[in-house]
């Protein structure tokens, strides 16, 4: 069975600063993909970046950026320059690039506060 | 530009009552699945559809059915809402298996049971 850890339920950033959010994920399949969506106080979830297990380089999208370490099974999002409308829910998410994959996996999601 | 379309947005039942969720899509996705979301617990997966014709359980399937009427629509029917059911529940789409793009959330529904 696949599981997706977030052990960080809020995280507390100062504008303008960096902050990263962790991602664990115990997996066997050999081929995968991980995904980050934002959740503002709203409600919609907003995609935000994706990483495949066989991709060379980190993803990036703008200012945020995938820190992927497929050996430790982390796939952590990095935010650079905060700004307060990062201020939200943010949940990882696991999906195993199989012929039976269909189903996404995720994390019980962090609560980022930016600061101004 | 609609993408995952949910209806209703909100309501409210009283215990023992039934409804329907309605959840469409317009992006020929082969996938859909409905989620509930409750504080502290991410989302859970109630049921799936992996293709037209076909529907699995996920992890919190009991007191919920679901219909894929068709590859656009995929809806959910509590028969007797009970309180532990009060949620927001979500419906979303994706391409499906071996496939790397994200899924697609509707808006989402805020369910509250008396």
């Known amino acids: 069975a696949q599981k997706i850890t977030q052990t960080q339920p809020g995280m507390f950033v100062q504008e303008k600063e960096a902050v990263t959010l962790d991602c664990t994920y115990d997996t066997s399949d050999p081929s995968y993909g991980l995904f980050w969506y934002k959740q503002p106080s709203s409600g919609e979830m907003i995609f935000l970046i994706y990483?495949?297990?066989?991709?060379?380089q980190n993803a990036t999208e703008g200012r945020y950026s995938l820190n992927f370490q497929k050996a430790r099974k982390s796939a952590n999002l990095v935010i650079s320059a905060s700004q307060l409308g990062d201020s939200a829910m943010y949940f990882c998410?696991?999906?195993?690039?199989?012929?039976?994959?269909?189903?996404?996996?995720f994390g019980t999601g962090t609560s980022l506060t930016v600061i101004p | 530009n609609a993408g995952v379309t949910q209806t209703p947005k909100f309501q409210v039942l009283k215990t023992g009552q039934s409804m329907t969720l309605q959840c469409a899509q317009d992006?020929?996705?082969?996938?859909m699945y409905w989620y509930r979301q409750d504080p502290g617990m991410g989302l859970r997966l109630i049921y799936y559809s992996a293709s037209e014709g076909t529907t699995d359980k996920g992890e919190v399937p009991n007191g919920y059915n679901v219909s894929r009427l068709n590859k656009r629509e995929f809806s959910l029917r509590l028969e007797s809402a009970a309180p532990s059911q009060t949620s927001v529940y979500f419906c979303?789409?994706?391409?499906?298996?071996?496939?790397?793009?994200?899924?697609?959330f509707g808006d989402g529904t805020r369910l509250s049971i008396l």
């Open positions: 979303a789409s994706s391409q499906g298996s071996y496939s790397n793009q994200p899924q697609h």
């Open positions: 992006m020929n996705h082969n996938s």
């Open positions: 990483q495949g297990s066989y991709d060379q």
């Open positions: 998410a696991f999906h195993p690039l199989t012929f039976t994959g269909n189903q996404f996996y």
